[in-house]
């Protein structure tokens, strides 16, 4: 196992952008090119912005945690809340279904097509974890 | 935030990052300009802004919905690759414009 970087950041609107410079930070340094982290960077951003509005309906008393790892040259990021959790993981995961008011109902969809790989686990009244894996192109 | 209205249309000029952090307030901002100017024309000019996710991508959606219903235009004005690659993903791309001239 190579790097490591988890953050625990409280639930506020602000800590988005906190989540996406880290994230950025962190796979600097494993051979992305600029596109690629600019990807990550959104990626990134619509899964903490999901844990808050969502998972926490934007209870900034509560705290979603970032966890970035190098595992092997593949970028591993977890985004972690123990909000209200996902009923139908499926259906949330369609480009355009959204539970708030305007809001798009694309972060899944930003989510998988900038990541290799993504995977959704919930339990109502538990939370969430979204796993996303990233490798560089280039290598 | 910087703005000029000229010809019955509100330019605001974006800057920053348009994520969660910066859409909540900015949405209200600029609902109030284009009400205190009287006008449904609205020009975001986001040359300045080097990212934008969904959120960002929503509240520019709700202006568009807004514009809608009024019979007003909106128009989003020069926008680099990385936000410009969002706007396509999103099937956007019908609110950009290279020039930034605003038609009807």
Known sequence: MGNKAK?????????????????????????????EVEEIKVAVSE??????????????????????????????VNIIDE??????????????????????????????????EMEVVSEVGEGTIVTLKKRPSLL | MEYNYER????????????????????????????ENYTDRLILDVSAVNFIDSTGLGMILDFYKMMG??????????????VKNIFILAGMTFLLSEGGRLYG
């Open chain 1, 47 to 76: 899964g903490i912005t999901n844990a808050i509005i969502h998972g926490y309906n934007s209870d900034s008393e509560r705290e979603v945690i970032l966890e970035l790892i190098d595992d092997d040259n593949t970028l591993v």
């Open chain 2, 69 to 82: 219903k009024s019979g007003g235009r909106i128009l989003v004005c020069g926008a680099k690759a990385t």
């Open chain 2, 8 to 35: 019955m249309t509100l330019t605001v000029f974006l800057t920053g990052d348009l994520d969660l952090g910066v859409c909540s307030s900015l949405r209200q901002e600029i609902k109030d300009l284009l009400k």
């Open chain 1, 83 to 116: 909000g209200v959790g996902i009923e139908d993981v499926e259906k949330a995961k369609e480009a355009t279904y959204t539970t708030v008011d305007g809001r798009m109902g694309l972060g899944f969809v930003f989510m998988s097509t900038f990541s290799d």
């Open chain 1, 7 to 35: 953050l625990i950041l409280s639930a506020t609107e602000d800590n988005v952008a906190v989540a996406r410079i880290t994230a950025a930070a962190f796979c600097g340094q494993m051979g992305f090119t600029v596109s």
